[in-house]
């Protein structure tokens, strides 16, 4: 499924660059993107690269301390070569942190800022998932989108409301963004689990 989502019709063409975003505060984002991430590293012989582009949540990051605070801020606000802020965590799977400095960085996220990390991070990986702020309180998705091969929408089962993420949707192609799709979290099942197998 997850192989599917960057595969195209097209015979050349392949999707290596997909977006993950909420719709709104509470979609789980950065969860479902780390999960991608790890699957693709997991179940393929590919270089596969989880860029933590969401420089408004606080906690965004908890892999940026671990690499000497470095991460997508820093490389914004002070030209670090892209290497740097690059952490590898198995052999397949690289980690970029949102970094410690989001706060400062969040108007520096700009498609002239990211354009060349993003060609560069292309060039170094077979794969790459990006995750950002929540598309509908912000621009930074549909900018990003700009950039990578389609956007994939984050919907919290209970929290997200059908009208709100159908306008989500609706801005986002008005401003040519690719919209891949939805993917459900945090869905609550009112019967154990394993039972819905057998149904």
């Known amino acids: 499924m997850i192989r599917r989502l960057y595969e195209t019709d097209h015979p050349v063409k392949q999707r290596r660059a997909i977006l993950f975003a909420a719709v709104s505060s509470g979609g789980s984002a950065m969860g479902v993107s780390a999960a991608v991430a790890e699957t693709l590293a997991t179940q393929t012989s590919a270089s596969v690269c989880l860029v933590e582009a969401d420089l408004r949540s606080p ?3 908890r892999s940026a301390d671990e690499h000497d605070g470095l991460g997508l801020s820093e ?3 002070e030209d670090r070569p892209l290497r ?3 952490r590898s965590v198995t052999s397949s799977l690289s980690v970029l942190p949102a970094g410690v400095r989001r706060a400062d960085a969040q108007h520096r996220l700009t ?3 990211l354009k060349p990390y993003v060609r560069e991070l292309r060039a170094m990986f ?13 621009q930074d998705a549909a900018l990003l989108a700009s ?3 389609g956007l994939v929408l984050t919907v919290a089962a209970g929290r997200t409301r059908r009208e709100a993420a159908r306008r989500t949707v609706a801005h986002l192609q008005q401003s040519g963004v690719h919209v891949l799709g939805a993917v459900l979290v945090d869905r609550a099942y009112p019967i154990p689990e394993a039972l819905y197998g057998k149904l």
Do not use: E
């Not at 077979?126 to 912000?138: C, I, K, M, N």
């Open 75 to 77: 490389l914004l606000l």
């Open 147 to 149: 950039l990578v091969d």
């Open 111 to 113: 498609i002239d800022r």
């Open 59 to 61: 906690a965004a990051s």
């Open 126 to 138: 077979d794969y790459l998932v990006v995750s950002t702020a929540p598309a509908a309180g912000h």
């Open 84 to 86: 740097a802020a690059i």
